[in-house]
């Protein structure tokens, strides 16, 4: 029962309450009760896509968004959400076209002027993705995945000073955000991948090391954009030792992801070693 009664209203508190603390499975049945409920609240619709989303199933989540999407097409975030989980799935033109259709309406409109960024990115358009993401820059403030994207994409496209600036820029808000929540794994592991992206291997792994110290199993987080879990957290851990050359405990980290995730891909090349 939830806290607040028998009511749609009341499970979709809590599924977003569960959500917000990264307990995913819990917070789906809440808004799986919320539907029974009340079929009608596309607003749990929308959130079933994001926890599919952040638990990795990508092709689960577009079916929620685009039916929400569909019901309610007003609605910007659902749109925006489903053309990040087309990118997640290596659809860029349909996540621009997402990206694009929110543009025309709201052209201020700073995580899909950053979606568009991504999607030039992952077409290997290195100046496309640096300019819009400049854009989304200049459009939200100091955005660590605006900055993160920006690091990496002027580093490709040869303008190394901007990447230099926005890499340092992205590490020094997770290191305030350290600062704020030291108990807490998110700022560690995306501070490892600002290091990662420097190819400071060393540095990524004592942050990888600390944000697994820190982290819980069982949980999916999302923190400045990004999302992730206990085994990307080991993943990444994993590449920056095969990165620095210790072959050894890169295999060690390689086995105990597989003990957690059998098919895992990272995980089996990491163990092969």
């Known amino acids: ?11 979709y508190d809590e599924g977003l309450t569960a959500s917000m603390k990264g307990e995913l499975t819990q917070a789906i049945s809440f808004f799986e009760q919320a539907i029974r409920m009340d079929s009608s609240m596309s607003a749990a619709y929308h959130q079933l896509g994001r926890c599919y989303f952040r638990m990795g199933k990508i092709k689960k989540s577009v079916a929620f968004f685009q039916q ?14 489903l053309g990040y989980a087309f990118l997640k799935l290596d659809e860029v033109n349909r996540a621009r076209d997402c990206f694009d259709a929110v543009l025309q309406r709201k052209p201020m409109h700073a995580r899909a002027q950053l979606g568009l960024a991504m999607c030039a990115y992952a077409e290997s358009n290195w100046d496309a993705a640096v300019e819009l993401a400049l854009s989304a820059v200049a459009q939200s403030g100091a955005n660590f995945a ?3 994207l920006l690091g990496r994409s002027a580093n490709l496209a040869g303008r190394l000073q901007v990447s230099v600036e926005y890499l340092q820029r992205a590490e020094a808000l997770m290191s305030k955000a350290i600062e704020t929540s030291p108990e807490q794994p998110e700022a560690y592991f995306l501070r490892g991948e600002v290091f990662f992206a420097q190819q400071n ?9 600390a944000a697994i110290e820190k982290a819980q199993r069982d949980q999916y987080y999302v923190s400045f954009g990004e999302h992730f879990s206990y085994i990307d957290i080991l993943a990444k851990k994993g590449l920056a030792l095969q990165r620095l050359g210790e072959n050894a405990e890169a295999v060690a980290m390689g086995q105990e992801i597989l003990k957690l995730a059998p098919e895992h891909t990272i995980g089996k090349m990491l163990a092969e070693l």
């Open 201 to 209: 291997f060393a540095k990524a792994v004592e942050n990888y090391a």
């Open 146 to 148: 605006a900055f993160y």
């Open 1 to 11: 029962m939830a806290f607040g009664g028998e009511n749609a209203e009341s499970y």
């Open 68 to 81: 929400v999407a569909q019901a309610k097409p007003k609605l910007i975030p659902p749109q925006v959400d």
